[in-house]
């Protein structure tokens, strides 16, 4: 059997304890992350603050090129800016969650949870499965109305999980 060599320059936890500062210069000529290992495990990449910075803000770019939180004339109504945001950076189209994760995250963002019984997943697919999305109430009122959430995507199943699912469109609707 061949040892596959990384691409990507190495180091030591070792290495690193002994002089960060070289790790870093490590990755800065390389233009890339340093992977650093323990015991023939990788532990961990260092970075430079300017890769890091520069990642983030590619992810960042994806995002917003990715997702759209509004169908409806791709205008958030003002009071709904900030929860359009909140969506914008956990729900991003093409990201694969776990369906537990996702009502989860949609709770601690105000939404009333559709998780029933023990697990409760089980609902949330079969709804994803029947109609193409979830849908979830907002437990607050904007206006007088109540604001919906469609999360579109589709079901698969992973190697780890079988509650996973792909993030397809994710639209804030008022009624």
Same mark, same amino acid.
């Given at each position: 059997m061949e #040892? /596959?060599? #990384?691409? $990507?320059?190495?180091?030591?936890?070792?290495? $690193?304890? /002994?002089?960060?500062?070289?790790?870093?210069?490590?990755?800065? /000529?390389?233009?890339?992350?340093v992977y650093v290992f323990n015991r023939e495990k990788v532990a961990g990449i260092m970075l430079t603050q300017e890769q890091y910075e520069e990642l983030l803000e590619e992810l960042s770019e994806f995002r917003d090129k990715q997702y759209k939180p509004v169908e409806k004339e791709n205008q958030v109504p003002e009071e709904l800016e900030e929860l359009a945001i909140a969506l914008r950076k956990v729900l991003v189209k093409g990201a694969n969650l776990s369906v537990k994760y996702l009502d989860e995250w949609m709770v601690q963002a105000g939404f009333i949870t559709k998780k029933t019984g023990f697990g409760g997943v089980t609902e949330l697919l079969r709804e994803l499965s029947e109609t193409g999305k979830i849908i979830y109430q907002l437990r607050r009122r904007e206006n007088n109305k109540v604001i919906y959430a469609e999360i579109f995507g589709e079901a698969y199943e992973s190697h780890r999980s079988s509650d996973m699912i792909t993030i397809g469109q994710v639209n804030l609707i008022e009624r």
């Open positions: #040892l /596959k060599k #990384l691409d $990507v320059p190495t180091s030591s936890i070792t290495d $690193v304890k /002994k002089s960060p500062m070289d790790v870093f210069g490590q990755a800065r /000529k390389a233009g890339t992350g």
